[in-house]
């Protein structure tokens, strides 16, 4: 089993639409997760964080956490063409080092 | 705002070569990463580092070697370079402070091709 599971993709949803991403992870102590944004030939980059339980908001971006039910999701509202992309989702353990789990990315489109 | 840089955006070699990759960042991380990206593969760890002059192998280490002399940069070494190690090589780095949630902050990328 993987450490992180995304949904394979790739997503399409018309402008204006909402996307809904979302991760499972394996390793039920992980304490920290993140959403990462990567263009075409560009690297990943940090879009959302979440630590506990429930909704983070941030503009047209939510991270949602269950870590009962070990999953985090993102979901992009009134979705741009710019926000076509593959999304990446990283889990970090709960053991002293610092390495991040990530996922294999879901890439989403988003048609004008 | 988080700056991590890379030496080179496009990278050419031939096989055998030595090459060296370098990453510089400028926020005071304790930590660094070298990845690497290929499609239907995702990213890889192969090194990390917590300190100055630590290193730590990470999922593929064969075939590299990493060098931390300095706190701001992390260097990626390719002893001997083969066309499977054609690849898009991503650096990151995060901090240790306890307020953090350890996320890692990339750089632009390498694009190296071996030929």
């Known amino acids: 089993q993987k450490e992180v599971e995304q949904n394979s993709g790739p997503l399409s949803v018309p402008e204006g639409a909402i996307a809904s991403l979302n991760c499972t992870y394996s390793?039920?102590?992980?304490?920290?997760f993140f959403w990462y944004r990567q263009y075409s030939g560009k690297s990943p980059e940090l879009i959302m964080s979440?630590?506990?339980?429930g909704d983070k908001e941030d503009g047209r971006f939510t991270a949602q956490l269950n870590k009962a039910s070990q999953y985090v999701s993102l979901l992009i509202r009134d979705s741009q063409p710019s926000d076509s992309a593959t999304y990446l989702c990283?889990?970090?353990?709960?053991?002293?080092?610092?390495?991040?789990?990530f996922g294999a990315g879901t890439t989403v489109t988003v048609r004008a | 705002d988080v700056k991590v840089t890379q030496s080179s955006r496009y990278l050419v070699k031939r096989t055998g070569e030595k090459v060296f990759l370098e990453c510089v960042q400028d926020?005071?991380?304790?930590?660094m990463f070298w990845y690497r990206q290929d499609p239907g593969l995702g990213l890889r760890l192969i090194y990390f580092?917590?300190?100055?002059?630590?290193?730590e192998k990470g999922d593929i280490p064969e075939g590299y070697s990493v060098s931390r002399e300095k706190k701001e940069r992390f260097s990626l070494i390719l002893e001997s370079a083969s066309t499977n190690q054609t690849s898009m090589y991503l650096c990151?780095?995060?901090?240790?402070?306890?307020?953090?949630?350890?996320?890692?902050?990339f750089g632009p990328g390498t694009r190296l091709t071996v030929l």
């Open positions: 979440i630590y506990s339980n």
């Open positions: 990283a889990v970090k353990a709960l053991s002293g080092d610092y390495k991040l789990s």
């Open positions: 390793d039920r102590g992980s304490q920290s």
């Open positions: 990151a780095s995060s901090t240790l402070v306890h307020s953090s949630y350890n996320e890692q902050f």
């Open positions: 926020m005071d991380h304790e930590n």
């Open positions: 580092s917590y300190d100055v002059k630590m290193k």
